[in-house]
Structures are given as C-alpha cells and as structure tokens.
C-alpha cells in the first residue's frame, strides 16, 4: 500500500520536527507551512491524501482555512492537531469539514490512527473529547439563532486584528482598502453594541469566533 502523502500547518517549528518524525514511519511529508494562507496554496498545489493542521495560526486560522479548501475540493481530508482542549472547537473543526480532531499531547498514541482513519472516509476524535463533542453538537442542533454573529469576511479582519495587525496591514493581507476594513469593523461595532477595538477583539474571543 502506498504511504500516504500528508501537508503539515503548524507555526511552532519545534512542533513540526517533533510530528515530522512521529509520521516519518507511515507517511510520506510533502510539505510543512506556518500559515492559513500558505496552508490554502499548498493545499491547492500538491493534493495531499490527508492535511494535518493546527487551528491557531497566523493570518488565517486552521478552520477557516479548510472551509475555503472544502470549497473547491470537498473531498480533502483533514486532521486538527491542537493545544485546545475544547469541545466547541472540535465542534466547529467538524462543520468546517475535518475528519480528525487530536489533542497535541496525545499525538503519540492518536495522530496516526487519526490519519488511518481519514483515509477510510472515517472519522476521529480524541478519547479526551468525544464525550464532549457529541454533547455539544446535540446543543448546537437544539439551539435556534437568528443568523452568523458575522460574515466570513468580518470573521478574517477580527482574526487580524486579534493577531495586532494594524487597518493597513489587514488591507494589504486581504487585498482590500484600509476604508473597507475600518467599515466592516465599525459595522461590527455598532451592530453588537461595543464602543472600541478592545470590546470588538473581546467579543470575538469570548463568542469564540476567532482562534487566539
């Protein structure tokens, strides 16, 4: 059987050498990057069978990243690795299109059986969290809401600006007017009732809308 070929998205590089030798056995790494943007190109360029990323990282989070990839290829298997012990993430990982969902420090004993598992059109999650999981998509289903607390679109500028990134800086990564930043970001403002970049960042953080 053909080793698997796997894209690994980390920004932490003592991660990367630490999974790039717990795969070396059963998976063949075509490439390591540190972004959501460079995840979504490499990604598109090189077809892994499987994408084993993170959900924080910079200038796009993880889960965000593979909802855009899940758009042009809805068949990409994907495997979170996190720090998060967090049934919503995993929850949110899992609408995105995840097939995986493994805590960091049970990689060791889940990664490769999470890979296993997406391969087969399975899916993982880690013992830690399946409990938790299952309880929180049950909530999620039972819950009715009027709509997405933002758009995609406001969902990037706050993961920007909860990275520190300046109007410009975000413009220029998004490839809009610093005009157009600040508009979005004032809409939020006023449509969540906050009254600062502060509150805004906050709000975000709390709703659990960006990854930090």
């Known amino acids: 059987m053909n080793r698997p070929r ?6 932490h590089r003592m991660v990367t050498e630490g999974l790039k030798r717990l795969l070396s056995d059963d998976c063949d790494l075509v490439a390591t990057v540190e972004d959501g943007h460079s995840l ?14 993170d959900i924080t990282m910079p200038h796009l989070n993880g889960i965000d990243a593979i909802a855009r990839l899940k ?4 068949h990409v298997k994907v495997v979170f690795l996190t720090m998060h012990k967090n ?19 049970s990689a060791p004993e889940e990664l490769v059986i ?4 997406a391969l087969k059109g399975e899916t993982f999650i880690t013992s830690a ?14 819950e009715t809401r ?9 969902r990037e500028i706050l993961q920007l600006l909860a990275e520190g990134r300046s109007a410009k800086e975000i413009a220029e990564a998004l490839s809009i007017s610093p005009r157009t930043v600040e508009f979005h970001k004032y809409h939020m403002m006023e449509t969540h009732g906050l009254h600062s970049s502060a509150e805004l960042i906050h709000f975000a953080i709390k709703q659990e809308i960006v990854s930090i």
């Open 87 to 105: 049934a919503t993430y995993a929850r949110r990982a899992l609408e995105a299109g995840a097939t995986g969902f493994v805590l960091k420090h």
């Open 71 to 74: 758009k042009i290829d809805p």
């Open 40 to 53: 979504v190109a490499a990604a598109k360029k090189l077809r892994p069978d499987v994408i084993v990323a």
């Open 114 to 117: 999470a890979i296993q598992a």
């Open 146 to 154: 009027s709509g997405q607390l933002v758009t995609p679109r406001e």
């Open 129 to 142: 969290l399946a409990g938790d999981v299952l309880q929180e998509i049950r909530h999620k289903a039972t």
């Open 6 to 11: 796997v894209l690994l998205a980390d920004d």
